[in-house]
């Protein structure tokens, strides 16, 4: 077995950076695949309930069909393939049918290189570092399904809440107490928002999946981080929305998803919670 003590710090980065890069191909598949086999799932199940029968079906997960261009469906060869490196290569288009790719692709993989590697420079060669990083890749992923459908899937917000209560109780410098509490503090929160809402208004303010977000992030990061992660995901989830009206590409009213700024607020939260907790204390003592 390597003692990853004995690597050369720098080296330490680039190989966490790798990795990073390696799964943001994967995460890039999790995007795009998961939404459509959930469609799926559910047309069978709807196809099963009413009694009729659905037509035969190709494969379709997260392995099976193999990687194609979604416009000319050519096969993209593992050379094509390589993480950011190939995108560079190719200027960004389709091989065969020279489609522009899509730039959500290079990014998201190259936010995955760089996760690991500012666990690292923030919490140290250790369990911590490597907990929040799984923590990160999840947001990652989660935020841009929701930015693509408006959908925070139980399938990855649940395993996420779970994570979080099970890290509380070895790596995580949260307390299973304080997990806990944050766990079912953040579900209620928005839960309970969503119907004084629902009641006011008649519409659906909130989705499901913010609950169990946020619940997942309370898990996390313990109730403590709560008030900020919402304060956070309110302000730039409204400053990004006006914004998008300003330069019309929101029309007043339409929805817009809430889980990337819930996301945001958590990563601000646990690289920066502490600091601003602090400063705001200052500020209140002196003021």
């Known amino acids: 077995m390597i003692d990853v003590t004995l690597i050369p710090e720098t080296w330490l980065y680039v190989l966490a950076a790798l990795v990073g890069l390696m799964l943001g191909s994967f995460f890039n598949v999790v995007v795009v695949r998961l939404p459509k086999m959930m469609e799926l799932a559910w047309q069978r199940d709807c196809a ?11 494969a379709f997960n997260l392995a099976v069909p193999a990687s194609h261009c979604p416009t000319c469906h050519a096969p993209v060869r593992a050379w094509d393939n ?12 389709c091989r065969h049918c020279h489609t522009p790719i899509h730039w959500r692709y290079p990014v998201l993989e190259l936010v995955s290189a760089l996760i690991p590697v500012a666990c690292l420079l923030a919490f140290g060669l250790n369990a911590e570092a490597l907990g929040y990083t799984l923590l990160l890749w999840f947001l990652l992923v989660l935020s841009s399904i929701d930015l693509d459908h408006m959908l925070l899937p139980d399938q990855l917000t649940l395993p996420l809440l779970w994570l979080g209560l099970l890290g509380a109780i070895s790596i995580l410098p949260v307390s299973p107490t304080d997990a806990i509490i944050g766990a079912v503090a953040g579900y209620l929160f928005l839960w309970s928002l969503y119907w004084v809402f629902k009641l006011l208004t008649g519409k659906d303010g909130l989705g499901y999946g913010d609950f169990k977000l946020l619940a997942a992030l309370g898990a996390w990061l313990g109730w403590q981080m709560l008030p900020l992660i919402i304060l956070l995901g309110s302000l730039s989830g409204a400053v990004i929305g006006i914004a998008m009206m300003v330069i019309k590409r929101q029309q007043q009213g339409a929805p817009i998803p809430f889980g990337p700024f819930l996301a945001l607020g958590g990563v601000i939260a646990l690289f920066a919670g502490d600091l601003l907790y602090q400063w ?3 500020w209140a003592g002196w003021a």
């Open 82 to 93: 390589i993480p950011l490196l190939s995108f560079l290569v190719l200027r960004g288009r």
């Open 280 to 282: 705001y204390w200052q």
């Open 48 to 58: 099963e309930a009413s009694g009729k029968p659905m037509a035969t079906q190709p």
